[in-house]
């Protein structure tokens, strides 16, 4: 079974510009989570997807959305970008119902880099 | 609101050598903890993972323990080499997401 993917795998920006970053989850799992990986802050967690609905966001401004589609796939849209944007995106599925998480599975993450 | 820490920060050993990697967290009001490995540059890969209602679990030369009620876990790395070397983090799991800690860096050295 395949692996959690990422698209692209790096990019460049530049400030003001915005972003939209693409996870395709393993098949069958329908919860996708994304998180925010710098030096400074660590993994943060950024929101929470399943079955098209946002369940849960982390503590990041309203320029970081997302989005998921009816086959899980999920995008993720950064706007007007700054240079603290600078990170690794990753990306995480899980079979995760109703009832509480199950494990979650990571792909190899973007990196995007704010100039 | 959770905190996760481990420690140490860095740790450097020659191979063959047994280790301890803790990892402590604030709220044990969590569904599991969950072990990773993070070559650099690249994503997180899953070692282990314990249920909040298990003590430990174990995959191969790797053993984690869990212990709720003092809000702690340990990852236990038996006969280290030097393919182990990476960045080792933990998370505790909140309903619909992952709080990490800030890892620790392992060098096996041959």
């Known amino acids: 079974k395949a692996g959690v993917t990422q698209t692209p795998r790096y990019l460049i920006k530049t400030r003001g510009q915005q972003v939209t970053l693409s996870c395709s989850p393993i098949s069958g799992h329908r919860s996708v989570s994304w998180y925010q990986q710098t030096p400074g802050q660590g993994l943060q967690f950024l929101f929470e997807?399943?079955?098209?609905?946002?369940?849960n966001k982390g503590n990041f401004p309203g320029r970081f959305s997302g989005r998921q589609f009816s086959n899980s796939r999920s995008e993720m849209n950064v706007s007007t970008l700054e240079l603290g944007d600078s990170a690794l995106y990753l990306c995480?599925?899980?079979?995760?119902?109703?009832?509480?998480?199950?494990?979650?599975?990571f792909g190899p993450g973007t990196r995007l880099t704010v100039t | 609101k959770q905190e996760v820490t481990q420690i140490p920060a860095a740790l450097s050993v020659p191979e063959g050598e047994n280790l301890v990697l803790n990892c402590s967290f604030t709220d044990s009001a969590i569904y599991n903890l969950q072990w990773f490995r993070q070559d650099p540059g690249k994503g997180l890969t899953s070692l282990l993972l314990?249920?909040?209602?298990?003590r430990e679990q174990t995959s191969g030369r790797l053993n984690a323990s869990l212990d709720k009620s003092s809000g702690r876990s340990t990852l236990y790395i038996a006969a280290s080499q030097p393919g182990d070397s990476a960045t080792y983090l933990c998370a505790a799991a909140g309903f619909q997401k992952l709080v990490f800690g800030t890892g620790t860096r392992l060098l096996v050295s041959p």
């Open positions: 995480a599925s899980s079979l995760a119902e109703a009832s509480g998480p199950y494990e979650q599975y």
């Open positions: 997807y399943f079955s098209e609905t946002q369940r």
């Open positions: 314990i249920q909040s209602s298990q």
